[in-house]
């Protein structure tokens, strides 16, 4: 493969590219091994650099909140295993950020010294850097199809409670059949399906839905509190 080969990153809706790898958990087979749960694949340009450093701590302190939304987290970079230990290390035992100090990073870092996967998922991106991978972040659902995709460049460090938002809204979603509008936080209320045909247009626009508010007839809402979309998800 030429070094500049672009390969086109997989697009949502399409299934997750399968590999293996090994990471500083063992080896792993993806995304079988994840099969019934959801996955934020992730991937950071280098080990030992601030920015990165900011993003695991944050995610690490974060996982348990993850995974109590049945996702599971999953990173990546070109580095090699053992430069993944020596940085985890360093974080855990050195590092002290906002608060944040011996933090374990627990879930899997995948080494890809041969940019393999990071090119399957299009994460090498030539106008970036041709030998980092940029931020991206895959959410894959227990299914294994790919969801969401968020790309950030090498400076800018990720907003995790918004990739927290994001999975919550995906699930919900699925759960109830709606869909989430701008700003969406649990307990707002939620965008039902437009109008499939003229009759039920008509309806919700003299009122006749009394659980929706239409604000014409392909725009509708309906409540959806809090405590039952986070029953529903969240694992207790």
């Known amino acids: 493969?030429?070094?500049?080969?672009?390969?086109?990153?997989?697009?949502?809706?399409?299934?997750?590219?399968?590999?293996?790898?090994?990471?500083?958990?063992?080896?792993?087979?993806?995304?079988?091994?994840?099969?019934?749960?959801?996955?934020?694949?992730?991937?950071?340009?280098?080990?030992?650099?601030?920015?990165?450093?900011?993003?695991?701590?944050?995610?690490?302190?974060?996982?348990?909140?993850?995974?109590?939304?049945?996702?599971?987290?999953?990173?990546?970079?070109?580095?090699?295993?053992?430069?993944?230990?020596?940085?985890?290390?360093?974080?855990?035992?050195?590092?002290?950020?906002?608060?944040?100090?011996?933090?374990?990073?627990?879930?899997?870092?995948?080494e890809d010294i041969t940019m393999e996967v990071a090119k399957k998922y299009g994460m090498i991106q030539p106008g970036e850097s041709n030998t980092k991978a940029v931020r991206a972040v895959f959410f894959i659902d227990p299914k294994g199809i790919i969801r969401t995709i968020i790309y950030y460049p090498l400076s800018l460090g990720r907003n995790f409670e918004e990739l927290f938002r994001v999975l919550i809204a995906l699930q919900t979603a699925d759960e109830f059949g709606i869909a989430t509008p701008a700003d969406w936080q649990p307990g707002d209320d939620v965008i039902v399906p437009p109008a499939g045909s003229c009759g039920t247009a008509k309806d919700r626009m003299e009122g006749k839905a009394d659980d929706m508010k239409c604000y014409d007839w392909f725009f509708c809402t309906k409540k959806l509190d809090k405590d039952t979309v986070l029953k529903k998800i969240l694992k207790k």
């Open 1 to 110: 493969m030429e070094e500049n080969q672009v390969i086109a990153m997989p697009r949502i809706g399409d299934k997750a590219p399968e590999f293996k790898a090994v990471t500083t958990q063992g080896e792993i087979n993806f995304p079988a091994d994840y099969k019934g749960s959801w996955v934020i694949l992730f991937s950071h340009p280098a080990d030992f650099t601030p920015v990165c450093t900011s993003e695991f701590m944050t995610f690490a302190s974060m996982e348990q909140k993850f995974n109590e939304a049945n996702c599971k987290l999953v990173g990546l970079s070109v580095d090699g295993l053992y430069s993944h230990i020596a940085w985890l290390r360093t974080i855990k035992e050195k590092i002290e950020y906002k608060g944040m100090k011996n933090v374990e990073v627990k879930f899997p870092l995948i």
